[in-house]
């Protein structure tokens, strides 16, 4: 069986027992992870949320970084083991001063869950000139993972699960022009390519930690009802994409096609938890198993190989370097 899964070679189902309508909880049934330290980023709400208090509600430690203290506090109330931080993933410092805090406590680090993630916005861009959702929804991921890398080594068996979707499918990743300074705007377009990056970064990760017992996988977590990840896209853009009517009303057929958030964070909680991915990584999983290769046109269920191309993986890692200014040196 091929080590890696460069151009999708480990992409197939395993038959894991569960499927799109497994909740979290039936995923971490008789799970133990008593002594265990999860970070969560975007773990105050939506699906974020439901991970933190699963993961919590089976023995682990979960640290929540969040821009809103006070939202999280209040979200949190009530659950156990659960410690809250501050970090803006927009704010490339914020970023840094959470991860050493978190470094110099000594603590090993099991489980990093890469959730937050935005989407539908118009064109922002950080204080680099980085388009908001590629700074948020990928660059933020990859230099977070890189400052607590020695932590997640510390761990001996950890994994890192990087929230992706089904969007990816949208565009490719664009090398001469990531920041739309010669192109024209187009936010899924934006979103996107920021997924496409979560898969390669994923699938290098996985390649480049395995030996030091560190995995990493990226998830579809499915299109889910309540969840804040829609909050500026304008009615417009849903009327286009056939979700509602002229009115805002969702279609019937649309609802009933979404998931629950605790369907929604199923497929995370699988890749933090299984035993089914003990000795397998690098790998996109929908529905609470490795989806299958999608087919090359439409958007389907599955992954693109575009998105698993070993040579865009090695050139994203290099270029992700120079963006966030981080030498992510795995040894």
């Known amino acids: 069986m091929a080590q890696d899964n460069y151009q999708g070679a480990l992409q197939a189902p395993t038959g894991s027992g569960f499927n799109g309508t497994s909740t979290a909880n039936e995923v971490i049934n008789g799970i133990s992870l008593t002594g265990k330290i999860a970070i969560v980023t975007g773990g105050n709400s939506g699906i974020g949320l439901e991970t933190t208090r699963l993961l919590a509600g089976a023995g682990a430690t979960v640290i929540v970084p969040a821009r809103d203290n006070k939202k999280a506090l209040a979200n949190l109330n009530g659950i156990p083991n659960v410690e809250i931080e501050v970090m803006d993933l927009m704010d490339p410092e914020s970023i840094d001063t959470f991860a050493e805090k978190f470094i110099a406590s000594g603590r090993p680090l099991h489980l990093l869950i890469n959730n937050a993630g935005i989407m539908w916005v118009p064109l922002r861009r950080d204080s680099r000139g980085i388009e908001s959702q590629l700074a ?47 192109r ?21 990760l996985d390649d480049r930690a395995k030996d030091l017992n560190v995995r990493a996988y990226s998830v579809h977590p499915g299109s889910i009802a309540g969840t804040e990840l829609g909050r500026e896209a304008p009615l417009e853009l849903f009327q286009k994409m056939g979700f509602c009517d002229a009115q805002g009303n969702m279609f019937p057929e649309v609802l009933a096609s979404l998931k629950t958030i605790p369907q929604g964070a199923a497929t ?7 035993p089914t991915l003990d000795k397998v990584g690098g790998v996109y999983c929908e529905d609470c198993d490795i989806a299958s290769i999608a087919p090359e046109d439409g958007i389907e269920n599955g992954v693109k190989v575009y998105s698993l191309d070993k040579t865009d993986a090695k050139r994203l890692w290099g270029l992700s370097e120079k963006m966030t200014k981080v030498d992510f040196n795995i040894g």
């Open 136 to 182: 948020t929804n990928y660059l933020a991921q990859f230099q977070l993972t890189a400052r607590l890398w020695p932590a997640l080594k510390q761990a001996d068996g950890a994994r890192v699960v990087n929230v992706s979707s089904q969007g990816h499918q949208f565009a490719g990743f664009d090398f001469n022009d990531p920041n739309f300074h010669n």
């Open 184 to 204: 024209d705007y187009e936010t899924l377009q934006g979103y996107g390519q920021s997924k496409t990056a979560v898969n390669l970064f994923s699938l290098e």
């Open 268 to 274: 995370t909680v699988w890749c933090a938890t299984s």
